[in-house]
């Protein structure tokens, strides 16, 4: 079965500074991956999403992730946080070639400080 | 990608009392999903609903509890029975393959 583990439950940058989310999976098959962010009271949105295309994936409000299937991660970075990106992320797998359902990370709470 | 309307948004309910939640997609879409996030948590899966066949529920969820419907392709239901304080959560479905999914907006319950 698969499974998502977000190391940090909570990372705080300051604004313009460099941001690392850090996600490890676990899958037996071809693993779909993705992250959402998801702004207070507000509904999930996708950021980006790997489905074995190129392993540097590009997405959203400029966020990057990259597919390292040798460590099996999935982290999502940006180069320069903005105050708009405090919100709560997760990394979500899913087993293409299984059942396709998705499980989602603990979530990763990021704070941008001033 | 497809579009999930969810309803209703939000509600408050009696305890011992049941809600149903109903997702409605703009496209036909063979997997659906349901999961349930309790406040300041992340997203738990609670059944996979396909159409034409009996929902698969995940561990620690039960159909007596969560009875779901999924009579065609473009939408399912979700009923939560019996509540309780414990089941205040959002609800949310979900619909996709490995290749993407599309979320409803979810539903705020509160059991009071």
């Known amino acids: 079965a698969q499974s998502v583990t977000q190391l940090d439950s909570h990372v705080s940058v300051s604004e313009g500074t460099p941001v690392l989310l850090r996600c490890n999976y676990s899958s037996s098959y071809s693993p779909s991956l993705f992250w959402y962010v998801q702004h207070p009271n507000k509904g999930l949105q996708l950021l980006l999403k790997?489905?074995?295309?190129?392993?540097l994936v590009k997405g959203i409000n400029g966020f990057e992730a990259e597919f390292k299937k040798s460590e099996t991660s999935f982290h999502l970075t940006k180069p320069s946080a903005h105050m708009s990106d405090a919100a709560e992320y997760f990394c979500v797998v899913s087993d293409r070639n299984r059942d396709d359902k998705i499980i989602f990370g603990k979530g990763t709470r990021l704070h941008i400080l001033p | 990608s497809a579009v999930i309307s969810q309803k209703p948004s939000r509600d408050i309910c009696q305890r011992g009392t049941s809600l149903t939640i109903q997702c409605q997609v703009d496209s036909q879409v063979t997997m659906m999903f349901w999961y349930r996030q309790q406040p300041g948590q992340s997203l738990t899966l609670i059944a996979t609903a396909n159409q034409g066949s009996e929902a698969t529920y995940e561990s620690g969820f039960v159909i007596d509890k969560f009875p779901i419907s999924r009579p065609n392709l473009t939408f399912s239901t979700l009923t939560v029975s019996n509540m309780s304080p414990e089941d205040s959560s959002i609800y949310l479905c979900s619909a996709g393959r490995g290749y993407g999914y599309t979320f409803g907006s979810g539903t705020r319950l509160t059991v009071v």
């Open positions: 790997y489905t074995s295309a190129a392993t």
